[in-house]
């Protein structure tokens, strides 16, 4: 067997939420390659139902396998909650609903654990039966928030009309005495700042990335990955299924300090 593997390791989500969570793996695993794939044509998931959310992610994952990756990373809540598989197609799968629950457990003080997430996310109740499985004691309040997304795509991430949004969503979750909140969708991060004035210092933010990037290096050490050994310099290649200038210069931004090295428009099938 092998001890090294220089393929990339795939990441895809809906849009540019996901790379919140690209940029954590780049920064956590600086020799690693990384393929993305943002699904901009067919962008959001969060409001389409089950069916056509699998549906979606099964042509994404046909397509990075297709690129030779050496895993999958699911990098959407909605995405997540409908591919509960630990290997696709022969390639190791991780998605954020594990990964977020274990954290959120690891961090709260009290149990009483707080979720945003889309329609789908938060219907599907993929959190809650996770961190209930794992520790029947923890409390659980969720709360859908379907104009996160489109605010974070926007780029709003700094603008009063987001404040007053997301005040207006977390504001019933607050009064059940939250300690740990779940960002719940990868476009979440993005708005970041915004919900931390709601928020607060007193309560925990658990971010998708930071918990996947875990759960990645533990099996590299338990050697059900291996890590990339190639002299030569690694490629982060950014890949949308519709063109956009705006994305591109919002994906700079979310990405710095990680450089992507090739944006490029591509077919699904």
Known sequence: MKDHDSRPIGVFDSGIGGLTVLKELALQFPQES??????????????????????YSEQNIEFLK????KAIVIACNSASTQVPESEFAGLPVYNVIGPGSQRALEVSSGLRIGILGTRATINSQAY????????????????ACP??????????????????????YLST???N????????CTHYPILKNSIARVTGSSIELVDSGEAIADWLEEDF????????????PRMVTVSTTDSSTHFTELAHRIL????ADEFRVVDLV
């Not at 959001?44 to 056509?52: A, E, F, I, L, R």
């Not at 050490?221 to 030569?232: T, V």
Request: proline share 7%; charged share 25%.
């Open 34 to 55: 990384f393929l993305y794939l943002g699904d901009t044509a067919r962008l959001p998931y969060g409001s389409k139902s089950g069916h056509t959310i699998r549906k």
């Open 66 to 69: 297709r690129q030779d990756v």
């Open 128 to 143: 809650t039966k996770r961190i209930h499985s794992m520790n029947p004691k923890a409390q659980v309040f969720d709360q």
């Open 147 to 168: 104009l996160f997304v489109p605010l974070a795509e926007e780029g709003w991430d700094s603008d009063p009309v987001t404040n007053l949004i997301v005040f207006r």
């Open 173 to 175: 979750l607050m009064q």
């Open 177 to 184: 005495q939250i300690d740990t909140l779940i960002l719940g």
């Open 221 to 232: 050490i338990a050697g059900r990955l291996q890590r990339r050994k190639d002299p030569a």
């Open 256 to 259: 710095k300090p990680v450089k």
